[in-house]
């Protein structure tokens, strides 16, 4: 290899290794915000049955749980990359490459900013490996691959439930299934995934997150009564 080529190739494994220490930094401090976060929460925040809140305060711990949930999974999952990528010198892709709660639609959310090492899966999963196996049978379009992607979550968390509470909820595959809808219906209207105007953000802003209030009971309920974030602390 000439001289020039070996001094570039290093320079290569450099960035990249540089790109596992930042993404173990960011991961770091994710984590030190979520434990002192924690910390400060008082413990009834986190056990106490959403009927036994206002509602203000409900939809309060709804916006906080996701902010924790986030830097939990962000955090955890940046480290892990991070130390993947130094040790075998290959760049990982950002599972949360924009941050979640600016979202200006439930698709621009979920295909975009959140989760997306779990989003290609689902979607590997609905789009080909299952369209593949019923294709004699029954011939799938997009928009019903994409409802099948939240139908797949929906079962996926209901089984986590399952696991950690010992029982079924079907709360969580309400929630998926709904939010699948609501994909199709903004693909439908032809809702922007990247707005362009302020006005547009905005309502676009406002819908998001009055979607993902008025639904957060059907996702997170099921946990707060298995005490799941109770057990954080």
């Known amino acids: 290899m000439p001289e020039s080529e070996a001094k570039l190739s290093e320079l290569s494994k450099q960035d990249v290794r540089r790109e596992g220490i930042l993404l ?45 949930l986030y830097l939990s999974l962000d955090g955890n999952v940046s480290i892990a990359f991070g130390i993947y990528t130094i040790l075998f010198n290959l760049q990982m892709n950002p599972v949360y490459a924009a941050l979640p709660f600016v979202s200006t639609s439930l698709r621009d959310f979920w295909s975009h900013r959140w989760n997306r090492l779990i989003k290609n899966s689902l ?26 992607a939240f139908v797949i979550s929906g079962l996926l968390h209901e089984y986590t439930y399952w696991f950690v509470a010992g029982k079924w909820s079907g709360k969580n595959m309400i929630f998926f299934l709904l939010h699948g809808l609501l994909v199709l219906l903004e693909i439908t209207m032809k809702w922007p995934t990247k707005p362009n105007t302020f006005k547009e953000k905005l309502l676009g802003y406002i819908w998001t997150v009055g979607i993902m209030l008025s639904t957060a009971s059907l996702f997170f309920d099921p946990y707060i009564e298995a005490g799941l974030f109770a057990a954080w602390k």
């Open 24 to 68: 173990i930094l960011q991961g770091i401090c994710k984590f030190i915000i979520f434990r002192i976060s924690l910390h400060l929460i008082p413990l009834e925040w986190l056990s106490l049955s959403s009927s036994s809140l206002f509602l203000i305060f409900r939809f309060l711990r709804y916006g906080l749980l996701s902010i924790l």
């Open 123 to 148: 979607q590997l999963m609905s789009f080909v490996v299952i369209p593949k196996w019923i294709d004699p049978i029954i011939s799938m379009n997009n928009k019903a691959k994409g409802l099948l």
